[in-house]
């Protein structure tokens, strides 16, 4: 009896093995950034992800969150983020409308300013895979990444120098954020 338990438990497992593989290898998964999400998507990919931070060490930002900070955090924000995670008072651009999971409007309500700040600087410092966040290690310095950390944080109580910051170019004309393009043609 207790063989055949054994036996029904692992074949029970190849068969939810070889089901998974199927559903994927029979091009049954959504895989463009507009499909439905596959069963359980978003409740795995966010059980792995605390799981992982969770055994991560919490250190304290290390920069304050002071003006001068805010403001050089905006700059970078600017630069680097602002065209997925958007600006205050400015809609979700087209390249955070397509993308899956949505990227986090972080001046809009659904940010992070509920998250510590060591965590948004693992996330900004990393990156999440299958998501479209790259990782800027190497290409940020680390005091850069705290600016912005303590930016998105702090993204519901910002002052007017550091709202101003982001303010100024936001608005950047396609001829200016792609100098090689061309207009395109009047249809006649």
């Not at 979700?92 to 986090?104: E, F, L, T, V």
């Not at 303590?150 to 954020?177: H, R, W």
Request: some cysteine; aromatic content about 8%.
């Amino acid at each position: 009896m207790f063989k055949g338990l054994i036996l029904g438990i692992l074949l029970g497992m190849l068969l939810i093995a070889g089901c998974v593989y199927f559903y994927f290898s029979s091009g049954h998964a959504p895989v463009a950034t507009s499909a439905p999400p596959m069963p359980l998507e978003k409740t795995f990919a966010r059980i792995g992800l605390h799981a992982y931070l969770d055994k991560l060490p919490h250190p304290e930002p290390q920069v304050p969150a002071d003006d001068a900070n805010l403001v050089s955090g905006a700059k970078v924000y600017k630069e680097q983020c602002a065209t997925c995670h958007g600006l205050p008072g400015e809609a979700k651009g087209a390249i955070a409308q397509g993308m899956y999971p949505a990227p986090p409007q972080l001046f809009h309500g659904a940010g992070v300013t509920d998250d510590d700040a060591w965590e948004s600087y693992w996330k900004v410092e990393n990156g999440i895979r299958m998501t479209g966040m790259p990782g800027f290690k190497g290409q940020l310095t680390e005091t850069q990444i705290w600016q912005v950390t303590v930016l998105v944080k702090n993204a519901d109580k910002i002052s007017e120098p550091v709202k101003k910051e982001l303010a100024a170019g936001a608005t950047t004309p396609m001829s200016m954020a792609m100098p090689d393009s061309k207009p395109a043609p009047a249809k006649k």
